[in-house]
């Protein structure tokens, strides 16, 4: 069994910063791409980052230059680092990650989610 944990997720205000963590467990053999999603009230789930396995990374246009996404391969977390919050970035934020167990063959990966963390940015 494969999960995947945010935590970080907090009240801010505009201008401030916060840091997202994801952590993998369970039965896992390797970790492919992981990414973060946000999902705004009353919108559809949009994807933020996501950095591969190598370490690079790709992000939406409107958290450019403002979010860092970053990993630790060793402990099988993703991180989200948000700076200069703005209030358009409430969201819950939701981990995603590309995983193969130990019985799958190897290039085979299963996508898990999070079950999110919420980002509160007060004006």
């Known amino acids: 069994q494969v999960q995947l944990v945010e935590s970080g997720g907090d009240l801010v205000q505009a201008g401030g910063s916060l840091r997202l963590s994801c952590a993998a467990s369970g039965s896992i053999a390797s970790i492919n791409s992981m990414g973060w999603y946000r999902q705004a009230p009353g919108k559809q789930r949009e994807w933020v980052a996501t950095?591969?396995?190598?370490?690079?990374?790709n992000y939406a246009d409107s958290v450019k230059g403002r979010f860092t996404i970053s990993r630790d391969n060793a402990k099988r977390t993703v991180y989200l680092q948000m700076n200069s919050l703005k209030p358009e970035d409430t969201a819950v934020y939701y981990c995603?990650?590309?995983?193969?167990?130990?019985?799958?063959?190897?290039?085979?990966?299963?996508?898990?989610w999070g079950r999110g963390t919420q980002v509160t940015v007060s004006s």
């Open positions: 995603n990650a590309d995983i193969r167990g130990p019985t799958m063959p190897w290039g085979r990966y299963r996508n898990y």
């Open positions: 950095i591969t396995s190598g370490g690079s990374t």
